[in-house]
């Protein structure tokens, strides 16, 4: 039987969580604070951690880094409650498997948690693909048609964002949010700025716009 450990301190969202994985017949136990997350991940009881970065008193972050050293090879997927590059990255570095930005969709978190408990090896928990894109988390790399191409750290940010929903509208306050950290400012045209110069890119029709709604990048119908 598949057992999750739930590491999250908002009752609210540990409740949803383990309503929906119970629904897929896994087992679950919730604790609220690091030094249970570290205590409980420790014993080789669980299949997977789900766990929140923002838990009071100890991180999740100082939960990784107790975690690695100590020999767990527990696979870990990170929820975090903004988009930071550095952030994504010290958490990576630290020994998580993935991450997912609150607000989430349960299907994704659901897809993600079924990867890692696959366990197709972790170097390939640092890769993203979607349609002709695939991104290496760990270099901040990305390849388009098995071409390198070269990415400012921010452009790379925003495309990692447009990867993670493939086929999914997003508008330009979710872009300016998640890859900028603030909110929407109606007179900026900034996200306008990166989308065109990661079209020039990534090569025509990857990247649509959704006239009144936002841009997706499209994968759907593709050879």
Not at 5 to 17: G, K, M, N, V
Not at 62 to 79: A, E, I, K, W, Y
Not at 99 to 125: D, H, N, Q, T, V
Not at 152 to 170: G, K, M, Q, Y
Request: hydrophobic share 40%; proline share 4%.
């Amino acid at each position: 039987m598949t057992r999750i450990l739930i590491a999250e301190d908002d009752p609210l969202i540990a409740s949803f969580l383990e309503r929906g994985l119970r629904a897929q017949g896994w087992t679950t136990t919730h604790v609220a604070g690091g030094e249970q997350a570290e205590q409980f991940g420790l014993t080789d009881e669980f299949d997977l951690l789900i766990l929140d970065i923002g838990l009071a008193g100890r991180s999740g972050l100082d939960v990784l880094r107790h975690l690695r050293p100590h020999g767990s090879r527990l696979p870990v997927l990170v929820l975090t409650g903004r988009y930071l590059a550095h952030d994504v990255v010290t958490c990576l570095d630290a020994g998580a498997d993935d991450y997912l930005i609150k607000p989430f969709r349960f299907e994704e978190l659901l897809a993600r948690a079924r990867a890692r408990l696959r366990g197709p090896g972790r170097e390939a928990s640092y890769l993203l693909a979607a349609g002709p894109i695939t991104l290496d988390l760990r270099s901040r790399r990305a390849t388009v048609r098995d071409s390198t191409v070269e990415l400012t750290s921010r452009e790379f940010t925003l495309l990692e964002i447009l990867v993670r929903h493939p086929d999914h509208v997003l508008s330009r306050e979710q872009l300016l949010s998640q890859a900028w950290g603030y909110s929407f400012d109606p007179s900026t045209n900034i996200v306008n700025v990166y989308i065109s110069a990661l079209r020039k890119k990534l090569g025509d029709g990857v990247i649509e716009t959704v006239r009144g709604f936002g841009y997706r990048l499209r994968v759907a119908d593709r050879a």
